[in-house]
């Protein structure tokens, strides 16, 4: 071996282990992201009893979160697209998100035991179903989805926001909405790539 190969051999080491760090940092940079926007999402303290519609809200939109991620979950593992897996992860937050709101509001949270893909709304159930057989069916069917449950989610989001008098869970769903946009732009950007493929 001479020198130049062990010059060479030795900037590869450094340039992986380069790499290596880097995307650590990054990793660490995004949990450290997660967590503080969940407790600055859920920092504002409301005080006073919900209506029957707020209470609905949450525990809708608890399991609506969870169908997204469940969905995304499934669609990542069947089609190896590293958006499935990013919006999963930041449909985890999400769902973090509501379940402080569920304790502190004290309701009981619907999703609690249930595993992915498991529902205790029937309807949620067969949405849940049938998304999951249309994004089976082909790359651009699951992208098609993903843009069908972001859209669906910011209606809801839009919908339930109007029916608060509580600024801690307006400022959730806010943030919510705003997560949810990111996401359907990523599945938009991913479906016009697609079509121009």
């Known amino acids: 071996m001479n020198v130049s190969t062990v010059s060479h051999t030795g900037f590869q080491r450094r340039t992986v282990q380069s790499v290596f760090l880097r995307a650590l940092m990054a990793a660490l940079a995004l949990v450290l992201i997660a967590s503080t926007a969940v407790h600055a999402a859920t920092a504002t303290v409301s005080t006073g009893t919900l ?23 499934a669609l990542g593992e069947q089609w190896g697209l590293p958006v499935f897996r990013n919006i999963a992860g930041a449909e985890s937050n999400h769902e973090a998100q509501i379940a402080v709101l569920l304790e502190r509001y004290g309701i009981e949270d619907p999703a609690a035991g249930l595993a992915v893909g498991e529902f205790a709304d029937a309807d949620l159930q067969l949405l849940y179903n049938e998304l999951l057989a249309k994004g089976g069916l082909s790359l651009r069917d699951a992208l098609e989805v993903g843009v069908t449950i972001e859209e669906t989610d910011i209606a809801d989001l839009v919908k339930r926001k109007a029916e608060l008098s509580q600024t801690d869970i307006r400022t959730v769903y806010a943030r919510l909405e705003r997560g949810s946009q990111n996401h359907l732009r990523a599945f938009n950007r991913l479906l016009q790539r697609f079509a121009a493929g």
């Open 51 to 73: 209506t029957e519609e707020e209470v609905a809200g949450l525990v809708f939109m608890r399991q609506e979160e969870k169908l997204a991620h469940d969905v995304y979950i």
